[in-house]
């Protein structure tokens, strides 16, 4: 499993993070979506590694605009480098 955080540009309000929930979570492979409105972020969880690019036109369809990837972290079950011993 894949999460990984984007810093997005624009955002103010509830309804900017619904919008910004909403386009996200329609894109193909993405399987959760945590918008954090203080941190101007959308977390996304996703099975593989989902193209910037489709988050990207995600977020521009919502009304706003990405500014950064922040992180790029697997999750329990996997590790960063395959062999399970990382630290």
Same mark, same amino acid.
């Given at each position: %499993? *894949?999460? *990984?955080?984007?810093?997005? @540009?624009? %955002? *103010?309000?509830? /309804?900017? =993070?619904?919008?910004?929930? $909403? @386009?996200?979570?329609? &894109?193909?492979? &993405?399987?959760? =979506?945590?918008?954090d409105? #203080?941190?101007?972020?959308?977390?996304? *969880?996703? @099975?593989?590694?989902?193209?910037?690019?489709?988050?990207?036109a995600?977020?521009?369809?919502?009304?706003? $605009?990405?500014?950064?990837?922040?992180?790029?972290?697997?999750?329990?079950?996997? #590790?960063?480098?395959?062999?399970?011993?990382? /630290?």
């Amino acid at each position: %499993m *894949t999460v *990984t955080t984007y810093q997005v @540009e624009g %955002m *103010t309000c509830g /309804h900017c =993070v619904s919008a910004v929930t $909403e @386009e996200v979570g329609k &894109v193909a492979g &993405v399987s959760g =979506v945590q918008v954090d409105l #203080s941190a101007k972020a959308v977390t996304v *969880t996703s @099975e593989a590694p989902i193209d910037r690019v489709l988050i990207d036109a995600a977020v521009v369809e919502a009304g706003y $605009e990405l500014a950064g990837t922040i992180e790029l972290l697997p999750q329990a079950g996997g #590790s960063c480098c395959g062999s399970g011993g990382c /630290h």
